[in-house]
């Protein structure tokens, strides 16, 4: 996966202690991005795509400012309180936590968050119509989706009866995610096997169990701690021939079974439209916050395959994208 990292030739910024990226270059306005990196890096991607699109060039009448924790969800206070210092005109927040820690540290500056599982169960906003606030954004509903992607999962694999759920108990969107998937189970007879992690060493320490001897099969709820570790999860999964969903459709191209989500590159693409509204005069309040253009079903075949798992025709011809 590639990670951002950020590009002196670039942007002309430097962000190592004591410089003051923004105001270090003559454009013409200034963003500052708070973003997990890893496997979210495709909505900043998405982001400066988008940008572009609407006539925004760094280096000619746009920089960024990144703040960049790959996957660290301890230090995002301190990136928060870093961006605001440098007074940008705009932020753009990815994922909860840092939208979170962002709120915190600013009632003023403009902020366009993305990829927020539900805003207003977390405190974010007032309402999907206003923020009345200095924030507006992109849900991407992940959490509210926890309980369709069980659906999907029940349909891909008929005979799971207990799915695994690792919930990061510092985050607010994966409890949210967890009470979606937990009401769907009883609707479908799942029985939810909850393993609570609160850093990196309890992470580690399920990933070292053996979960085909608990579950069969997993569903990855929205956290920044744990997607950090996607990739030993998704070998983990492959190795213990057990399905795997997950809320992030890059996940599928590396291996996860499948994914029913929005596309993070287009949570990017999106959340540039609200940047470029703000950065013309508008004020956040202003602008209801948007939901998915578009959710798709993803299925990696190659890895049903490995699996050991047959899927129906019926859902295979539901799925938008299948990889093979």
Known sequence: MRTFTVSLSLIGLSLVAGASPL???????????????????????????GLVKLGYVEGKNIGFAVEDSRGDVQNFPARAAKLVQAKPDLIVTVATA????????????PVVFTVVGDPVQAGLVASYAS?????????????YLSGKRLEILKDIAPRA????????????????????????AKRLQ???????????EEVTSILAEKWASKVDAVLLLPSVLVTARIETIIVKAKKER??????DDASVERGALASYSGNFRLFGDQAAK?????????????????????LILKINLVTAKAIGLKI???VLEGAETLVE
Request: hydrophobic share 40%; net charge positive; aromatic share 4%.
């Open 23 to 49: 105001r270090a270059q003559a454009t013409a306005h200034q963003i500052g991005v708070l973003t997990p990196g890893l496997t979210y890096s495709p909505v900043f991607e998405g982001l400066r795509e």
């Open 98 to 109: 840092p939208s979170m820690a962002v709120k915190r540290a600013t009632q003023t500056i």
């Open 131 to 143: 923020s009345q606030n200095n924030f507006t954004g992109v849900s991407s509903n992940s959490a």
């Open 161 to 184: 009866k207990n799915v695994l759920a690792i919930v990061a108990v510092k985050e607010t969107n994966a409890h949210m995610a967890l009470q979606y998937m937990t009401d769907a």
């Open 190 to 200: 799942i029985q939810v096997v909850r393993q609570d992690v609160a850093n990196d």
């Open 242 to 247: 057990l399905p795997l969903i997950v809320y």
């Open 274 to 294: 609200l940047a470029a509204k703000i950065l013309k005069g508008a004020k956040p309040a202003d602008l209801p916050i948007e939901t998915p253009e578009k």
């Open 312 to 314: 129906s025709p019926g």
